[in-house]
């Protein structure tokens, strides 16, 4: 069995951590990851800030613009930007 079949990089990792987070994770890649976690701080560090990232999104209570106050800006900028040219 090759090395590389079990370890895999810090930047793969970094990127099945993000893909975990969505649920877009095989088994396999999961798996890895958690072998590469018990071992590497970078990593085990990375996949904690990842995990309170996800968790403050998901608890904000974000209000966003409106599509007519999205619109109303989107015009004031453009008008702007057009005196500036």
Known sequence: MKKRFLFIS???AKHICD???YGESTFWERF???IRL????VTKS?????NKLTHSIKQAEVDCLKNDERNKLKQQFEKEL???Q
């Open 19 to 21: 893909k975990s987070q």
């Open 10 to 12: 810090c930047e793969e």
């Open 46 to 50: 990375y996949s904690s800030k990842n």
């Open 32 to 34: 890895k990851l958690s």
């Open 82 to 84: 057009a005196k500036h």
């Open 38 to 41: 018990s071992w590497c701080h």
